[in-house]
């Protein structure tokens, strides 16, 4: 129990980062991507405060990081990472499901490539601006200029978003040693992943937002 309390409690500090995962499992609606796309950036009840669809992506930001968390895979993965990441090990372990959904996307959406889906995401977030929180549009078009979404899909792309959060969060997050360990130990990584997001997927489509 104190283990997963430690890790919403990095969640709070550092904000999710592993976006990619959150606006897939939105299913492609558009409002619902954008509060899952904010959701840790509305605490309490301000979710009220929003139109009804992007209250309901708030929500379910909310059950898959509680369903995320709680995952015997996702623990098992940050007690991989643990000796090498210690009290970061599952905001590491959040990155590298984004890097290892997006470096593999066409297994789990085979009607859109991560290009169109990223691009169909940017304009949902463009259509909705008025409603994302003043630290969203802090820094929206930078991520839509730099591409954020696919640049998930590479050790490059992954090493650029780890050194903004190194600058921003904590400099204890080490880019270079965090794509080392990545590249060491992908095999496992993935096979964990791939068996972890189809039960990721059915635990949302269960939750009938809609």
């Not at 509680?66 to 991989?80: G, N, V, W």
């Not at 929180?133 to 820094?139: I, L």
Request: aromatic share 18%.
């Amino acid at each position: 129990m104190f283990f997963i309390n430690k890790v919403g409690k990095n969640r709070v500090i550092f904000g999710i980062m592993n976006y990619l995962a959150h606006i897939y499992l939105s299913e492609g609606k558009r409002q619902l991507q954008v509060g899952n796309f904010i959701g840790d950036f509305v605490k309490g009840r301000k979710h009220e405060e929003y139109p009804k669809e992007i209250q309901m992506g708030i929500l379910l930001h909310r059950e898959i990081d509680k369903f995320t968390d709680c995952h015997p895979i996702f623990l098992e993965t940050t007690e991989l990472l643990r000796p090498t990441f210690g009290r970061y090990s599952g905001i590491i372990a959040d990155m590298y499901f984004d890097y290892l959904l997006a470096s593999d996307f066409k297994r789990y959406n085979k009607s859109r490539s991560l290009t169109l889906f990223a691009a169909n995401f940017y304009l949902s977030a463009i259509i909705y601006y008025k409603w994302l929180p003043d630290r969203v549009k802090g820094f929206i078009f930078h991520f839509i200029w730099t591409n954020r979404l696919k640049q998930y899909s590479t050790y490059e792309g992954l090493e650029y978003s780890l050194r903004i959060m190194s600058h921003y969060k904590s400099s204890a997050i080490n880019p270079e040693l965090s794509i080392s360990f990545l590249k060491d130990n992908e095999e496992v990584l993935r096979s964990r992943f791939n068996l972890f997001m189809p039960q990721a997927i059915d635990y949302v489509r269960s939750l009938a937002f809609e």
